[in-house]
């Protein structure tokens, strides 16, 4: 599809994805939802404060898998309950166990908009060109995004990631420090390139090549990967395949595929006003995890090209000959 094209059909994309997307709703608690997640509240403090019964024997560890990063949970279930209790706004679903599921907060129609979006998505990410990949290039990378300075505040970075093909080689990363603490003092390291040692942990795009693209058998595998490395089974399943978005839109089917597996998640609905790291805001689906993480992909309006998400936003992707190499123009470029 041309420019041409693209500017000609923007108006009924326009017009379709605000059809999908759902009527904001009211922050308020309705009487019923207040009253059961009170309810919740006195159980809670009830089982606290009884005696505790004899500990059954430990179960072995599970030893966790690799390729998933875990956020830290945003606050004890009971703490965000309490504040939505005093301040009248729903903090999430319980189950009647009193843990809390993640699904329970999105309704029926809110995931049904949600897995609408997420078909239009992967639908256009099928439709865009594949790359043609040797096994001797690399796949790059562009980000911006925060990161903590030891107690002195927060940087905004830019960083560029060339990682091997096949994963058999070293890569290279490079960061800009925008502004923050370390911006033109002792700890900036602006400009320095840092090499990124051969990875088995890492998703390489052949491995990225090689995932099904049947939804159903890709989710599957995902679910079997990642077993055990978070508080339900869902939400290191949503990471993983956050942490692949980027490169596999070099993958059309493979992108496709995941966007088509994340429809199958529950707790996953739609944010009409979300906004990525660099600060573009888009249309978001937003994933709220059992321990309370929360993440959020964002996509361009338009062409619903993935811009990343809040916590890092993905400015270029493309295939180079070797580390240090930036083409002008290629694949994704979304520079801001």
């Given at each position: 599809m041309n420019a041409n094209q693209r500017r000609h059909g923007e108006p009924a994309e326009h017009e379709e994805l605000a059809r999908l997307l759902p009527p904001p709703g009211d922050p308020d608690l309705s009487p019923g939802r207040h009253r059961l997640l009170k309810e919740h509240l006195m159980r809670e403090i009830t089982r606290d404060?009884?005696?505790?019964?004899?500990?059954?024997?430990?179960?072995?560890?599970?030893?966790?898998?690799?390729?998933?990063?875990?956020?830290?949970?945003?606050?004890?279930?009971?703490?965000?309950?309490?504040?939505?209790?005093?301040?009248?706004?729903?903090?999430?679903?319980?189950l009647d166990g009193g843990s809390p599921a993640p699904s329970a907060a999105v309704t029926a129609a809110e995931r049904q908009e949600a897995v609408r979006l997420l078909d239009r998505i992967a639908t256009a990410a099928s439709a865009r060109d594949a790359s043609a990949v040797r096994d001797g290039q690399y796949v790059y990378v562009r980000t911006q995004g925060t990161r903590e300075v030891g107690g002195e505040g927060t940087d905004r970075i830019r960083r560029e990631d060339w990682h091997a093909v096949d994963g058999a080689r070293d890569g290279l990363a490079r960061v800009d420090v925008l502004s923050g603490p370390s911006k033109d003092g002792p700890a900036d390291e602006s400009g320095h390139d840092i090499r990124l040692a051969a990875d088995p942990n890492t998703t390489t795009y052949r491995e990225l090549q090689a995932l099904p693209t049947d939804p159903g058998a890709l989710l599957e595998r995902l679910y079997a990967d990642t077993e055990g490395q978070g508080p339900d089974r869902h939400e290191p399943v949503f990471e993983a395949i956050e942490a692949m978005l980027p490169a596999s839109t070099l993958l059309p089917e493979v992108n496709a595929a995941l966007y088509r597996a994340a429809a199958e998640i529950p707790g996953v609905a739609v944010d009409r006003e979300a906004e990525d790291a660099a600060g573009r805001r888009g249309v978001g689906l937003v994933f709220e995890g059992a321990d309370g993480s929360r993440s959020t992909w964002v996509f361009d309006r338009a062409t619903l090209a993935y811009l990343g998400s809040d916590e890092t936003a993905v400015l270029a992707v493309a295939v180079v000959d070797a580390p240090g190499d930036t083409p002008a123009r290629h694949f994704g470029d979304r520079s801001v």
């Open positions: 404060s009884a005696p505790a019964a004899p500990a059954a024997p430990a179960a072995p560890a599970v030893p966790a898998r690799p390729r998933t990063r875990r956020r830290p949970a945003l606050a004890a279930v009971s703490v965000l309950a309490a504040a939505a209790v005093a301040a009248g706004v729903t903090a999430g679903g319980v």
